[in-house]
């Protein structure tokens, strides 16, 4: 079979800069909105910038109502929460989040679900669900990141804990690509830095996974009804990931010491912003692969600077948890791309003799500097889980097949026992 000769790129209209999310008003007034519906979470909403965000809309006759929650690294149970509460609620014409990447991620479900018949599982991707697409257009959706990682803002993914099953899957559809988003570095200030560490490192993920990709015409062609928005590493993505990499370099360990650093969190925010273009059109592999099971299968552990009352492993965090050993993993497939992203990531960093430890050691420093956990046994894993992570890596195959190499169980065994300790 003939391989790849096309690629594809997509991303939402994009509103930048400190002052911009009091702009959104107009931007719904002009989708001919009048009446939105504002997602986002507990933690979110005290600090009073969701319901800034619904009474600036006012000047512009857009009537806005808040729905405040929205669980932090949602659940099946919670997006129907939330689906409900828009259901009784509505109709609306907008949809508008303002939060994290869980608060956007429960607004595209709403926006699916509120337009779309059907229940939450006919859409979740397989093997965990049907895979069914939308039959109908969604509302205009508005995403307005607060915190500087997701990269939801751009991508057409929504991603959730299935409870039953104990493990974390996604939708996955263009139409669920917010049409605008809107991101203001000025939202992102009353980030903790636990929340900086963590999400930062989801930052760090997507550019580094979109970059060492599968590439895109490596892949057998597709018929055009058959190409689906990750498309494997091309020049569009390696140019925003690249750029990422650098705003990281420059400013992350700052962003997490001094939540006021001002030129850091834009820098941090151009930095989700990029990487979110870039792997919402490449794709992740395996470390956001291994995350799902890290994150789905938590027993105790709390981190700093989330909400108490449930234990949680924030997305981000897991997502690097492995992060070093799975770029270990793949460096034989591209070892000069895996260089290049470490010369980007630590540029001061001294080449290693093994040009295969470049990448892992410059992930390892940071990660020490910005108080990210010593691997997956930190929090709370032992050998004897390693199997049922396993089992939970590999039902996420949409990922897999990214990655830049073949992926077996033994060799997501052999990651996962690896990154029990990481130092």
């Known amino acids: 079979m003939a391989n790849e000769t096309v690629f594809t790129y997509g991303a939402p209209q994009l509103k930048f800069g400190p002052g911009a999310a009091d702009e959104i008003g107009y931007d719904l007034a002009r989708y001919g909105a009048r009446r939105a519906l504002v997602v986002t979470d507990p933690g979110v909403a005290a600090t009073g910038a969701p319901q800034r965000v619904a009474d600036a809309m006012k000047a512009y006759d857009v009537t806005a109502t808040v729905f405040d929650g929205v669980r932090v690294e949602p659940t099946d149970e919670s997006l129907r929460r939330a689906v409900a509460h828009a259901r009784d609620t509505g109709p609306y014409d907008a949809i508008v989040a303002v939060g994290g990447g869980s608060s956007i991620d429960t607004a595209k479900a709403v926006d699916l679900l509120i337009t779309n018949e059907g229940d939450l599982a006919d859409y979740l991707n397989p093997p965990v669900g049907a895979g069914r697409a939308p039959a109908r257009p969604l509302l205009p959706l508005v995403a307005v990141p607060t915190t500087t990682g997701t990269g939801a803002e751009s991508t057409t993914v929504c991603v959730l804990d299935v409870l039953e099953l104990k493990v974390k899957t996604g939708i996955s559809h263009p139409a669920l690509r917010p049409a605008l988003a ?66 990281i370099a420059r400013s992350f360990r700052a962003a997490v010491r001094d939540g006021d650093d001002t030129r850091a969190r834009g820098d941090m925010a151009l930095a989700a912003t990029f990487a979110g273009l870039g792997f919402g059109n490449a794709g992740v592999h395996v470390p956001h692969a291994n995350a799902y099971p890290i994150a789905g299968r938590v027993r105790g552990f709390r981190p700093s600077g989330y909400p108490g009352g449930e234990p949680l492993v924030p997305h981000g965090m897991a997502v690097s948890l492995t992060a070093p050993e799975a770029f270990r993993f793949t460096f034989e497939a591209c070892p000069e791309r895996h260089v290049r992203a470490a010369e980007l990531l630590a540029p001061g960093l001294e080449r290693p003799d093994d040009p295969a430890e470049h990448l892992p050691r410059a992930l390892l420093a940071l990660m020490r500097d910005i108080g990210i956990p010593d691997g997956v046994g930190a929090v709370g894993y032992t050998e004897a889980d390693v199997p049922d992570l396993v089992a939970g890596t590999m039902k996420q195959q949409r990922l897999l097949a990214i990655a830049p190499r073949p992926v077996t169980e033994d060799d997501v065994a052999g990651i996962f026992t690896r990154s029990l300790r990481l130092w």
């Not at 993920?205 to 498309?231: G, N």
């Open 182 to 247: 809107v991101v203001d570095p000025g939202l992102t200030v009353s980030q903790p830095a636990g929340v900086t560490a963590s999400s930062g490192m989801d930052i760090v993920c997507h550019a580094l996974e979109s970059y060492t990709a599968r590439p895109y015409d490596a892949f057998d062609r597709k018929a055009p009804e058959q190409r689906v928005p990750y498309c494997g590493a091309n020049p569009i993505s390696d140019m925003w990931s690249e750029r990422s990499l650098t705003l």
